[in-house]
């Protein structure tokens, strides 16, 4: 059984092959920020690492939408030259974000005080344009690597954001500023390396966009023809986002800045398999899908030779935290940090939900069906924010972590079921298809 799962692996592009040539880079990025994360977080207090995950929640939550998901369509694109609209479009609406951003920031309307009340500096919201826009670029590079299947180009750039932001975390620590400002810094001179990688190997492998072959028309027949990915992909991410980027934004709001720098560790030992294997996955079971229904084959199979694969990769690391949670985050973290890894173990069955079903619901881009998935990411959103804010008069942060644990491993096991419903249903009709053919 392991020799024929190691050939596949070294068989050049293969599933295996090209989850593990994306996951290698993932893991690496993830393994130096393990690395730092005793150190920093012995030299950063709770609340800046609450200040950091605060900031990062509404740039990931106003990014999301930055670019209306036209990157996805990149791997559907039918030629080089409409790929490349949808890039320039990708990149400008991006970029378009940003600066409004920035615009309203800087004429500090009401509703931006509400959000720089509940931090020490208000000039750490000015960071929010920056996050927002090379978290956006990565993103549309990532999937023009997909489509040339170039897998090893996303890799790297996950490890020198990893490893890039770990290392300037820690040495803006060590020089002295260890307030939420170090990590957020950090974090944005991470990304910024591993958009530089991008930008290097575009230019490398010959890829190049002269103005003249960029035209307005293009552009609108590229957004007219992948106009599903704004009209429901985009609102779908947008909401995944902020379900993902709820917690720490109600934790701060209920109960405190301490309490979400507290999670925000608490997760990112559990976020370490979702963002080393779970993207990979995700990213070539999407790639990989659209072909099988192009080429008309069978997609069932794969979607539960990945299931096995993801189940093998998650049960034993999080069985761990389950059950050694506390002493595992005192021993590595230090004393002070044995609630975060009380709040790891509470997330356990949500993250092994998560891990095994987010990776497969790229099939509702493959199929057309983007509306089912932004029906699910409303009902999580939903119960996402339902979950903190009936049990914010309890003053119990843990309780209130329970009850999200509980409401989105529910969620997460009937997105699984539709997703498995809704594969078995395109190969039922894909075979009566060819019956019918013959």
Do not use: C
Request: glycine share 8%; charged share 10%.
């Amino acid at each position: 059984m392991l020799k024929p799962f190691l050939k596949r692996i070294f068989t050049k592009d293969t599933f295996a092959s090209n989850v593990a040539t994306l996951g290698t880079g993932s893991f690496i990025g993830q393994l130096s920020t393990l690395a730092a994360a005793p150190l920093l977080a012995r030299l950063f207090l709770p609340e800046a690492f609450g200040e950091l995950q605060y900031i990062l929640s509404i740039a990931l939550i106003l990014g999301a939408i930055s670019t209306l998901r036209f990157e996805m369509a990149l791997p559907l694109a039918n030629d080089n030259s409409a790929a490349k609209h949808l890039l320039v479009l990708a990149i400008l609406l991006a970029l378009g974000t940003a600066l409004i951003v920035t615009l309203v920031f800087l004429l500090d309307p009401p509703i931006i005080a509400s959000i720089y009340s509940s931090i020490s500096s208000k000039g750490l919201i000015l960071f929010i344009p920056l996050i927002l826009f090379f978290e956006a670029q990565n993103s549309i590079f990532s999937y023009w690597f997909t489509r040339t299947k170039n897998f090893k180009v996303p890799s790297l750039a996950r490890s020198f954001s990893g490893a890039g932001t770990a290392l300037a975390q820690t040495a803006i620590a060590l020089g002295g500023i260890v307030s939420g400002l170090g990590l957020i810094g950090g974090y944005i001179l991470g990304q910024i390396s591993s958009f530089v990688w991008y930008v290097y190997m575009f230019l490398r492998t010959g890829e190049k966009i002269p103005v003249k072959s960029i035209s307005l028309t293009g552009i609108f027949e590229q957004a007219r023809e992948h106009k599903k990915f704004p009209l429901f992909s985009s609102w779908n991410v947008v909401l995944n986002t902020i379900s993902r980027n709820l917690p720490p934004l109600l934790l701060v709001s209920y109960f405190s800045v301490e309490e979400a720098g507290y999670y925000a560790i608490g997760i990112r030992l559990l976020n370490m398999p979702l963002n080393t294997f779970g993207m990979s996955v995700g990213q070539v079971y999407y790639q990989q899908t659209a072909r099988y229904k192009e080429q008309g084959i069978a997609m069932l199979p794969l979607m539960r030779s990945t299931i096995l694969k993801l189940l093998a990769i998650i049960i034993l690391p999080l069985l761990m935290i389950f059950f050694f949670g506390e002493q595992l985050f005192g021993f590595v973290f230090g004393e002070s940090w044995i609630t975060a890894g009380t709040i790891a173990a509470i997330m356990v069955p949500f993250y092994f939900m998560r891990f095994i079903s987010s990776p497969l619901s790229s099939i509702f881009a493959v199929m057309g069906k983007q509306h089912l998935g932004l029906i699910w990411q409303l009902a999580y959103t939903l119960g996402t924010f339902a979950s903190f804010y009936f049990t914010r008069t309890s003053n119990d942060f843990l309780l209130a972590i329970k009850v999200y644990s509980l409401v989105g491993s529910a969620l997460f096991f009937t997105l699984l079921l539709v997703t498995m419903y809704m594969t078995r249903a395109s190969d039922r009709r894909t075979k009566l298809k060819y019956e019918g053919s013959n």
